[in-house]
């Protein structure tokens, strides 16, 4: 199994409407982090804070500078749904992650225990 290569793909697929943030989350944000915050309407997340309406794309998802793949605008403040991608060999083989090798595929359960090890400091 690879390293994430910031490809895109999962923020791409949930940043639009697929992710939830818990009620403390969305507390820290209100006490600490304002501008995240704006983006939070009735506890669902993200929303336009001018027209309350619902963002098709994750506003923090942004085109990495040097050309290779994104970045996420508030990565040490990112919602624990994002924290814990990927949870599972499964939800890699599904969203085609690009972390995932063919050798992968051959032994899902190695696989598995290969995430478990580099997800370690994510998922603390
Ligand atoms: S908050 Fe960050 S990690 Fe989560 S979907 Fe948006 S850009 Fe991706
Ligand atoms: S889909 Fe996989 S490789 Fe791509 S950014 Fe998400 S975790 Fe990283």
């Given amino acids: 199994m690879k ?3 910031a490809c895109g793909k999962c923020c791409i ?3 639009g409407g697929g992710l939830t943030a ?3 989350e969305v507390q820290a944000w209100q006490d ?3 501008h995240i915050a704006q983006y939070v309407h009735q506890g669902e997340i993200w929303f336009d804070p001018s027209t309350q309406q619902a ?3 994750c506003p923090w998802l942004k085109l990495n ?3 290779k793949g994104y970045l996420c605008d508030i990565y040490y403040d990112r919602p624990d749904d994002c924290r814990y991608y990927p949870s599972s060999f499964d939800e890699m ?3 085609d992650c690009e972390m995932v090798e063919a050798k992968d595929r051959r032994n899902p359960k190695q ?3 290969d995430l478990v090890i580099i997800m370690r400091d994510s998922w603390q």
């Fill in 93 to 95: 083989l599904r969203d």
């Fill in 55 to 57: 963002l098709n794309a």
């Fill in 22 to 24: 818990s009620k403390q």
């Fill in 65 to 67: 500078p040097n050309g």
């Fill in 3 to 5: 390293d994430c290569n």
């Fill in 32 to 34: 600490d982090a304002p």
């Fill in 13 to 15: 697929k949930y940043g």
């Fill in 111 to 113: 696989a598995h225990e």
